[in-house]
T-cell receptor, first 115, second 108 residues
Framework: GAVVSQHPSRVICKSGTSVKIECRSL??????MFWYRQFPKQSLMLMAT?????????EQGVEKDKFLINHASLTLSTLTVTSAHPEDSSFYIC???????????FGPGTRLTVT | EDQVTQSPEALRLQEGESSSLNCSYT??????LFWYRQDPGKGPEFLFT???AGEEKEKERLKATLTKKESFLHITAPKPEDSATYLC?????????FGTGTRLQVFP
């Protein structure tokens, strides 16, 4: 199966600062990547679809100016949480389609804690 | 509206006690139904894709089946290492829709 990595795995930041999370497809090219958010004991909620070379598509209710997504290459998408607040604390997971099918492969996730 | 419902929410099994997890769905234009395993603090791990009613797939102690309205994940003779949350998702028009998962605990 396809391998997706995320960095960092854990990050703690102070309120008002920004933090960047990287998502990489390691053994395949991903024109589309997805960013999810997961609260404890809840399922994954799609935040946005990241398209290489174009603007991301955000789900309803997700602030695009707060969650900046950049998909600058076929193997890298980044999510920047700007002016972080404690309520942004969550588990952020990215995914990408495997080559030639609709199977999504997920990264290991990033635990963000805003103090 | 595309929707996925999983049941039960939680399941406790004795080691070796077989059971099934259910995933009911409504979607316009199913492009695939997916099962994932998620361990605490980790991203979902891909298990199976099913594309059409009647399709079945197996992997070790797991077997996934699909009808036009639901999918089952059968677990045969589970072991403690099968303990995890099992997520079902359907690919509808343009994105994956996830169920809330079934938290499985298998104890010795």
């Amino acid at each position: 199966g396809a391998v997706v990595s995320q960095h960092p795995s854990r990050v703690i930041c102070k309120s008002g600062t920004s933090v960047k999370i990287e998502c990489r497809s390691l053994d395949f090219q991903a024109t589309t990547m997805f960013w999810y958010r997961q609260f404890p004991k809840q399922s994954l909620m799609l935040m946005a679809t990241s398209n290489e070379g174009s603007k991301a598509t955000y789900e309803q209710g997700v602030e695009k100016d707060k969650f900046l997504i950049n998909h600058a290459s076929l193997t890298l998408s980044t999510l920047t949480v700007t002016s972080a607040h404690p309520e942004d604390s969550s588990f952020y997971i990215c995914s990408a389609f495997g080559t030639g099918n609709y199977e999504q492969y997920f990264g290991p996730g990033t635990r963000l804690t805003v103090t | 509206e595309d929707q996925v419902t999983q049941s039960p929410e939680a399941l406790r099994l004795q080691e070796g006690e077989s059971s099934s997890l259910n995933c009911s769905y409504t979607v316009s234009g199913l492009r695939g139904l997916f099962w994932y395993r998620q361990d605490p603090g980790k991203g979902p791990e891909f298990l199976f894709t099913l594309y059409s009613a009647g399709e079945e797939k197996e992997k070790e102690r797991l077997k996934a089946t699909l009808t036009k309205k639901e999918s089952f994940l059968h677990i045969t003779a589970p072991k403690p290492e099968d303990s995890a949350t099992y997520l079902c998702a359907v690919h509808g028009t343009d994105k994956l829709i996830f169920g809330t998962g079934t938290r499985l605990q298998v104890f010795p």
